[in-house]
């Protein structure tokens, strides 16, 4: 009697996980739906203080970094993912809002520590490799790429003006040299 009882509560408690990881890969799975870029590292290697100080570092930059089971991951993704990327344990950063901002404090973190080790991301949809991951961090702020994009609009009409407006000096130049003489 007493195994009976036993392999029923084995048996509820498989449902229970299996309730349980239904939860984490449908929450996982909103998440993707909801992040404007999506980053996987391997955060081994770091203590408990750094993850903590990363996770405060991206939810300043409205993101969120989550530890899941990779198992999970591609059952969230929907994607038949090649293996060798999601070897080891797997940290996942959700950015909302800006998608370049957590990469920039992902950069900073990974400048300081040497650590996490960046496996590859999605941004806007696309599958990026690590390298262009950096690249994407090492970016200007967006307000800087518009001012740069806005001046390099105006600067050909700021050159036509001098080219126009060089003339008419030079005449009233011209002009007060010679009233200049004459008095």
Excluded: C
């Amino acid at each position: 009697m007493t195994m009976r009882i036993m392999k029923i509560d084995s048996i509820q408690t498989k449902g229970k996980n299996r309730a349980k990881k239904e939860a984490i890969v449908a929450e996982l799975s909103t998440k993707i739906q909801k992040a404007k870029s999506i980053v996987f590292t391997n955060y081994q290697g770091l203590t408990h203080v750094q993850l903590e100080h990363l996770k405060k570092a991206l939810k300043k930059a409205d993101a969120e970094l989550v530890v899941a089971k990779n198992t999970l991951l591609k059952l969230a993704l929907d994607q038949t993912q090649n293996d060798s990327e999601f070897e080891g344990p797997t940290a996942t950063i959700f950015s909302y809002s800006d998608p370049i901002m957590p990469l920039k404090a992902l950069a900073k973190t990974i400048k300081e520590l040497k650590l996490p080790i960046i496996k590859f991301g999605f941004f806007e949809n696309k599958n990026i490799s690590a390298d262009e991951i950096t690249k994407l961090a090492s970016l200007p702020p967006r307000e800087v790429l518009i001012a740069q994009f806005v001046g390099t609009l105006k600067s050909p009409l700021y050159g036509l003006h001098r080219a126009l407006n060089w003339n008419i000096q030079k005449l009233v130049l011209t002009l007060y040299a010679i009233q200049q003489n004459k008095f």
